[in-house]
């Protein structure tokens, strides 16, 4: 009985973190949001040009979908935006699929 419980905690944890990130993000949804909040004006201060070197630099600090989300996080706290958590996840699902494509 627990090698059975313990096969189905493992058989869980392996399903879970080969998941597909931002799985449930709408990315068109999440461009609006980064275009209505001036996501890359913000990155453009720091950075130059656009503001998309951010996702694109080459000593990018962002390297997992973990990071990625903890990063949404940190900036929606930092400039005091009142993004829901779908909000967020709608932004990974943007950022994954256009910049960053973790699998």
């Known amino acids: ?3 059975m ?3 189905l905690i ?3 944890a392996t399903t ?3 998941a597909t990130p931002f799985a449930k993000g ?3 949804a999440g461009k609006k949001i980064v275009e209505q909040n001036k996501c890359n004006g913000c990155h453009a201060n720091m950075l130059g040009g656009d503001g998309s070197a951010m996702y694109t630099r080459a000593d990018r600090k962002i390297k997992t979908p973990q ?3 903890t990063q949404i996080t940190r900036c929606s706290v930092n400039l005091g935006l009142t993004l829901f958590p779908e909000d967020e996840e ?3 699902a943007h950022l994954n699929k256009n910049y960053y ?3």
């Open 101 to 103: 494509k973790f699998k």
């Open 16 to 18: 879970t973190a080969h």
């Open 5 to 7: 419980i313990t096969a």
């Open 90 to 92: 709608n932004i990974g």
């Open 1 to 3: 009985m627990n090698k």
């Open 67 to 69: 990071s990625l989300a």
């Open 10 to 12: 493992l058989l869980a």
């Open 26 to 28: 709408d990315a068109v």
